[in-house]
């Protein structure tokens, strides 16, 4: 059945709950709360689904580690998220949990009618299992024969019994309609990836664990817990009471939005279909992948520490600047960098200056000449009519790119607006006008005008900065609420501000922030939390990269001018190679000859003082300077790989 074309569902994924909530999270949701606020403004009726993933091996390992029960520390961390939300003013009409138990009946509602058109199976698994990621992989999606092409973590041989679905059945179908729907995966890059995935051809899924028991317990065979993924990509629906006959939020099926990041782009756009079309129900229109967050270049990890606390930022700068700068500061579908200097930057830039100095500007001339009574429009003009139409003719584009999840279009076209009514004011000078009597008039239409164009502008800063956007209404109209329109239309129509209102004073709404100030408090914050762990982690693949081996010292000698350096033969199990390291402080090179050290063997050949050197001797280097080799007993043959 087609959907209410004024209904519109958009959704998050569920966030693991052992994890707490940082940047990349509040990402993805800003951006749905975002498009969910605009389409409500338009008058939809809209549906914005967030909420927690509650089950799986993960999260009972880490109930285990921190000795509570998994339902305990859910309970706990689900918090996390529910609290950020309201400090970021997120307008959520739901927040599922996966323990609630309205979920766990859909789960395996669907999982029946999935498995009643003889799509599940019971098998046996054999093969490669990575336990952190809850997932197996094939002999060709390993890399190095045991790593996990996700996590890089070794995985393990395991085997036993699990319940598949037939994804593979569902191949074809998934191209095809891949192929049909030129909007059902987004951004195209993201589309790409996903048909070169399937076309590769898929296998079928297994869909259950026997290895722990925190999950949805299969009805006949209890040993089986659900997947997790199986679990949580059911939420979509079970939200909606999907299989429940007498639900109203069913209207909202087909979902509009899947907002997900990158990294879980193969479940939604993959899984997630197959599981629609094997249980008959209509797939999402539409699943945008954004892309990653990095913190000051470096990925955010709970091990690296550098994972920032939303709720620090926001109380530091505000909900909405986080909003804004979020959604302004990278294209929705490329990977970004957060840092302080760029965030500092965008609020002194765009809100203090262009959108805050408008209207503070405007509201002082208003104040100055006209005791803040809005005045009448009786003087019209010609540049008027040309700015008018400017800044109707590119509603369209600001509403189409918002509906495409253009954010940083949408924002960038508002703000093109702004520009050209501080260019307007310059260019008026009403300053001048103000002078002499018989330009009142025209003083008084100009400053309708700009109030009037701030006023639709607040319609376009609501859903990225909503406490603002109403702030700033409030101060053209003298009004707390966005007086309601039905269609983008009803956006288009101006000069609806109202005469003859007094408005109130008003405070500067986006104060400028001293960076240096504002550096100084935040920074000791973002280095403590990162020197927790200056080291970026690798994972098992980076490690092997290096190669490590014993290495027997034929001969050295000192590099000539240099103190430091010594130029050594040493036998790494091949040819002799020449080594320079700069431990001549600490040793003659007669006390090295027949020494068998630690040597990196694989390095880029690099020039010392005009000598090559062919890899890297270990040493330590004590308080007072002195170097301590890291020596092998002669039981060790050269060229014996140390791992
Ligand atoms: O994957 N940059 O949950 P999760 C941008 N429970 N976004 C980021 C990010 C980053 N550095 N890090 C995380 C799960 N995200 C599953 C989902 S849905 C049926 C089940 C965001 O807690 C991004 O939206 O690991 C990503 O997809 C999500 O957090 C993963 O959250």
Known sequence: MPKDNKTFYVSTPIYFVNDKPHIGHAYTTVAADVISRYKALLGYEKFFLTGTDEHGQKIEESAKEQNISPKDLADKNMQNFKQLWSNLNIGNDAFIRTTDAYHKEAVLKLYNIMKDKGDVYLGEYSGAYCTPCESYWTETQLIDENICPDCGRVTKELKEASYFFKL??????????????????KPESRKNEIISFVSEGLRDLSISRVNFSWGIKVDEDSDHVIYVWIDALTNYLSALGYFDKDSDRKKFWPIDYHVVGKDIIRFHAVYWPA???SAGIELPKSIFAHGWWTVDGKKMSKSMGNAIDPNFIITKFSADAFRYFLMREVPFGLDGDFSYKALIHRVNTDLANDLGNLVSRTLGLLDKY?????????????????????????????????????????????????????????????????????????????????????????????????????????AVTGDDSLESVTSVDDLKRVKLL??????????????????????????????????????????????????????????????????????????????????????????????????????????????LMGVES??????????????????????????????
């Open 168 to 185: 593979s059945k569902y191949q074809d179908q998934i191209l095809e309609h891949i192929k049909a729907n030129p909007d059902f995966i």
């Open 275 to 277: 599981m629609l079309m």
């Open 370 to 474: 006209f005791d803040r009574v809005v005045p009448e429009y009786n003087t019209p003009a010609k540049e008027d009519d040309e700015l008018y139409e400017y800044i109707i003719s590119n509603i369209d584009t600001i509403d189409k790119r918002l509906n495409n999840l253009a954010f940083n279009k949408a924002l960038m076209s508002v703000w093109e607006i702004i520009s050209s009514l501080n260019k307007y004011i310059d260019a008026m000078k009403p300053w001048n006008l103000a002078k002499d009597e018989s330009t009142h008039d025209r003083l008084g239409s100009i400053l309708y005008l700009i109030l009037d164009t701030i006023r639709l502008l607040s319609y376009f800063i609501y859903p990225f900065m909503p406490e603002s956007s109403l702030k700033i209404y409030k």
């Open 498 to 607: 109202k005469s003859g209102v007094k408005l109130d004073e008003v405070k500067q709404i986006f104060p400028r922030i001293d960076e240096a100030e504002m550096l100084k408090e935040v920074t000791p914050k973002v280095d403590k939390e990162i020197k927790k762990d200056i080291i970026e982690k690798i994972n098992f693949t980076d490690f092997e990269k290096v190669e490590i081996k014993a290495g027997k010292i034929l001969g050295a000698e000192r590099v000539p001018k240099s103190d430091k350096l010594l130029k050594m033969s040493v036998d790494c199990g091949d040819e002799p190679r020449i080594i320079v390291s700069g431990i001549g402080k600490t040793f003659e090179p007669t006390d090295l000859i027949g020494k068998t050290v630690a040597v990196v063997t694989n390095l880029l050949p690099a020039k």
């Open 614 to 643: 062919n890899g890297m001797i270990l040493a330590a280097t004590a308080d007072d300077g002195k170097h301590q080799l890291l020596e092998l007993p002669d039981t060790i043959k050269a060229g014996t790989k140390i791992k």
